[in-house]
């Protein structure tokens, strides 16, 4: 079975913003809806060799139980802030620079239950008869906190088109 490699990161309520993390999530979508992509952008960090398999992004705010799956066209990050050219076509955020911008065609609300379909990369727990076994996103995000994680999933069940 084929995987599909993404990232999940954690969102949550800036205090400097006036939206909330889900009202933020509700404002690209709006915007995919309009212009069909929409740039997230983060300073976080993802290596070169990631950012060329990643197709999906997961964000989760886990206070709140909120949770979006979002498909990715392209992934831009540089050591320091920049804006990417098509900024100005895209870009929800377009006044301030970031390390990374992440080009989203699709980004829709996600149900939890799907997080025990996607699996965190490199991580594995030990089941209860001994063997070793991919720790689930479900049971990575209540870990303590954490900006980003890398993750895979290996479902062609799991279609974000569906839940839109």
Do not use: C
Not at 19 to 41: C, D, H, S, W
Not at 78 to 103: C, M, N, Q, S
Not at 126 to 132: A, F, M, Q, R, V
């Amino acid at each position: 079975m084929e995987k599909r490699y993404g990232i999940a990161i954690r969102i949550t309520d800036q205090r400097d913003s006036f939206y909330t993390a889900g009202e933020r999530m509700q404002q690209l979508i709006e915007f995919i809806e309009e212009k069909n992509y929409v740039y997230f952008a983060s300073d976080l960090s993802i290596g070169t060799k990631k950012m060329k398999e990643l197709s999906f992004v997961v964000f989760f705010d886990s206070l709140n139980n909120q949770y979006y799956m979002g498909v990715i066209a392209k992934v831009g990050h540089k050591k320091f802030p920049y804006r990417p050219t098509d900024i100005a076509e895209y870009g929800y955020e377009k006044d301030e620079p970031h390390r990374t911008w992440i080009l989203l065609r699709l980004l829709v609300p996600m149900p939890e239950d799907i997080l025990m379909e996607i699996y965190v990369k490199d991580e594995f727990i030990l089941s209860s008869d001994g063997s070793k076994k991919y720790k689930t996103l479900s049971e990575k995000i209540k870990e303590p906190r954490f900006p980003r994680v890398y993750v895979f999933l290996n479902s062609k069940l799991i279609n974000p088109a569906v839940w839109g």
